[in-house]
């Protein structure tokens, strides 16, 4: 079955430290994985997207991920994490017109 | 080019009254999704349309809820007879189309049902 799953729901990283926020998928054979953010009170934004090629993508505000196939995880990653970087992250595949989320992540960067 | 447009942006109905939530995809995209998110929650799937056309309401209750994306003018979530539990922040996306492209959201509707 189809499943995205983020195993943490908070993440305190300090300001420029490296931070990590984890997402682990399913389905067999190749999905198509994705990244958002959500800042209070707003709609989620696109941060970046796996389809093919390049097992490490890059994307908005510095971050990039990373397409393990062998651990079936897309973990997001920025070298140094900006206060700024604190809010809820989700990370989604889509396959077969059907788009699972994850939970989400909150992510706090403390100055 | 206007991103996703929803509206209202807060939305207060009386138990047993009908909402109507509006949504506008971006220009040239056909593809509509429907959220919805409690408080402290994740983000729930509810329903995926293309114009006229409903391709997956698997997250949708079966009763009260229904959604349509006709062919001209913007996308419509309409819930009947609300009730305490419908309050949430609702969230539509739009779509290029296809399993690779990304969504792009809407600042969402908040419904508080009174």
């Known amino acids: 079955a189809q499943s995205v799953a983020q195993p943490e729901d908070q993440v305190n990283v300090a300001e420029g430290n490296p931070l990590t926020v984890k997402c682990t998928y399913s389905?067999?054979?190749?999905?198509?994985l994705f990244w958002y953010v959500q800042y209070p009170n707003r709609g989620l934004q696109f941060l970046l997207k796996?389809?093919?090629?390049?097992?490490l993508v890059k994307g908005s505000y510095g971050f990039e991920a990373e397409f393990n196939k062998s651990q079936t995880s897309f973990h997001l990653k920025k070298p140094s994490a900006l206060v700024s970087d604190s809010a809820l992250y989700f990370c989604?595949?889509?396959?077969?017109?059907?788009?699972?989320f994850g939970k989400g992540t909150r992510l706090h960067i403390l100055p | 080019n206007a991103g996703v447009m929803q509206n209202p942006r807060h939305l207060v109905r009386r138990r047993g009254q009908e909402a109507r939530l509006r949504c506008s995809p971006m220009?040239?995209?056909?593809?509509v999704y429907w959220y919805r998110q409690l408080p402290e929650e994740g983000l729930k799937f509810m329903v995926y349309?293309?114009?006229?056309?409903?391709?997956?309401e698997s997250g949708m209750p079966k009763e009260r809820f229904s959604a349509e994306f006709p062919k001209e003018g913007p996308s419509i979530l309409r819930i009947q007879q609300v009730v305490r539990g419908d309050s949430a922040a609702y969230f539509c996306?739009?779509?290029?189309?296809?399993?690779?492209?990304?969504?792009?959201f809407g600042p969402g509707t908040r419904l508080t049902v009174t």
């Open positions: 996306a739009s779509s290029l189309g296809g399993d690779h492209d990304e969504q792009y």
């Open positions: 389905v067999s054979g190749n999905p198509y």
């Open positions: 796996y389809i093919t090629g390049d097992n």
């Open positions: 989604s595949e889509n396959r077969d017109d059907k788009i699972i």
């Open positions: 220009k040239g995209h056909s593809h």
């Open positions: 349309l293309q114009k006229e056309n409903i391709i997956d």
